[in-house]
């Protein structure tokens, strides 16, 4: 029986290719010479939901082949900045109305409970009310702002300037149509070169998530894109009937012994 993995590398030819599947679908595309892979999520649909997945405080830092392997998402990609020497993420994450790590820090990507979702740019080193809204991923870097390119880390109180060089990238966005696209390249590119490939994939909001060696990509049982070092936490998505109005388990199991 084929597991949920299919450990190999995608080898992406011409300038598109799609794989239509439903309500999440993925998606490549060469955007400025370089090789942009995405998971794009119909939000209108009751079938999926966005959530995410935090490591325990007992094992902060996982592969993240035990975290899809617990989790049996039908997508994942790397979560929000993280301390990689505790595993505690640098922004707010909210899983089901329930908050699982603090951080006033960057943009955030929010989904209420009917399934409408947003980017919001809270003040830097203020919190705000999160009441209304059943998921909450804290930490990003806004790069695009109703389909303009909108760059200013500095002006989002980061500070690392490993930010904003050239580096793999992974991100978030939104459509005007109710789609979420989940962008990601192993190519190292530039925050101005991450929003130009939003907008070609038809994103009107977006903002930049961890990225560099934490880079990754997971589609239906393929690995598209590997990470350098273990996670703290993960964008997943659902895909079942009735999935929106369902609660899938925030937290990962604790550790098996002798896993990965």
Not at 87 to 115: E, K, M, Q
Request: net charge positive; charged share 20%; aromatic share 8%.
């Amino acid at each position: 029986m084929r597991g949920p993995f299919a450990f190999a590398a995608a080898a992406v030819c011409g300038t598109a290719f799609a794989v239509q599947a439903g309500d999440v679908a993925y998606e490549t595309r060469l955007v400025g010479g370089k090789h942009w892979h995405a998971v794009i999520v119909n939000l209108s649909s009751e079938d999926v939901k966005v959530s995410g997945v935090i490591n325990p405080s007992t094992d902060r830092l996982r592969s993240i082949r035990t975290m899809i392997r617990e989790s049996q998402p039908a997508a994942a990609m790397t979560g929000t900045f993280f301390d990689t020497r505790t595993g505690i993420p640098v922004g707010a994450v909210v899983v089901d109305g329930t908050r699982l790590a603090s951080g006033s820090h960057g943009s955030c990507l929010v989904i209420d409970y009917f399934n409408e979702a947003q980017i919001l740019d809270p003040k830097p080193g203020r919190s705000f009310d999160m009441d209304a809204y059943r998921f909450v991923l804290r930490g990003g870097v806004r790069v695009l702002n109703s389909g303009s390119a909108s760059v200013y880390p500095r002006g989002q109180k980061f500070r690392d300037p490993r930010v904003w060089s050239s580096a793999p990238r992974s991100g978030v966005g939104l459509t005007e149509h109710s789609k979420l696209v989940m962008l990601v390249t192993r190519s190292s590119a530039t925050l101005s070169e991450t929003a130009s490939a939003f907008k070609a994939f038809g994103a009107k909001n977006a903002m930049v998530l961890d990225g560099g060696g934490s880079t990754a990509l997971y589609y239906r049982g393929e690995l598209k894109i590997s990470p350098q070092r273990h996670l703290s936490n993960l964008l997943v998505v659902y895909e079942e009937p009735g999935a929106a109005w369902k609660t899938y388990p925030p937290i990962a199991a604790p550790r098996i012994a002798g896993s990965p």
